[in-house]
């Protein structure tokens, strides 16, 4: 069992915001591989199914964000799986827009989701680092995260998200290599690949 969860606030008022990026993209692997519906569990919305031949559980947690470890930790303890099968999925002012990067571990540079969830389960997890840039001012970003994403930006964070789901069996298989490459060829492909590659 894999868990990959998408990181965001619950709630209407933020669904376009660029901190849920992450809810975003979970709701796309879930359309493209026909996993659902999600159920009120583990102090979040969960699905179960497969993603080619790997079962995974998609979870949104609905702590808002920076509580989100107590929904991953809870998920994470029920399935009795390790840090190496956990996934996070989530939004990274330090990459420009429409750029996607895998990491395990390393800092949460300020991220509150991150924080907490390094905080409940411990820093070696999987990252699926979804580039929206940075406002140029720390001052605003606290703002600039809960502001919705643009009507234009929409075009790439579609293509990043429908990317990220139809190459998320390379992920479940553990080639994030593979994975990071394929996304980035289709979200070239479509026209949003001549941005900057670090904000």
Sequence with gaps: MLLIAGLGNPGARYARNRHNIGFMAIEAIAAEHRIGPFRARFQGAVAEGLIGSERVALLAPQTFMNESGRSVGEAM?????????????????????????????????????LRSISAHIGNDYKRVRLGIGHPGDKALVYQ????????????????????????????????????????????????????????
């Design 144 to 199: 600039f995260v809960l502001s919705d994403f643009g009507k234009a930006e929409m075009a790439w964070v579609g293509a990043v998200c429908d990317s990220v789901a139809r190459f998320a069996p390379l992920l479940a298989q553990g080639q994030d290599a593979s994975f990071q490459n394929k996304v980035h060829l289709a979200v070239d492909a479509v026209g949003f690949g001549d941005k900057k590659d670090e904000a």
């Design 77 to 113: 303890r029920f399935h009795k799986i390790g840090l190496d099968a956990v996934v996070i999925l989530h939004d990274e002012l330090d990459l420009a827009p429409a750029k996607v990067r895998v990491k395990v571990g390393g800092g949460n540079a300020g991220h509150n989701g």
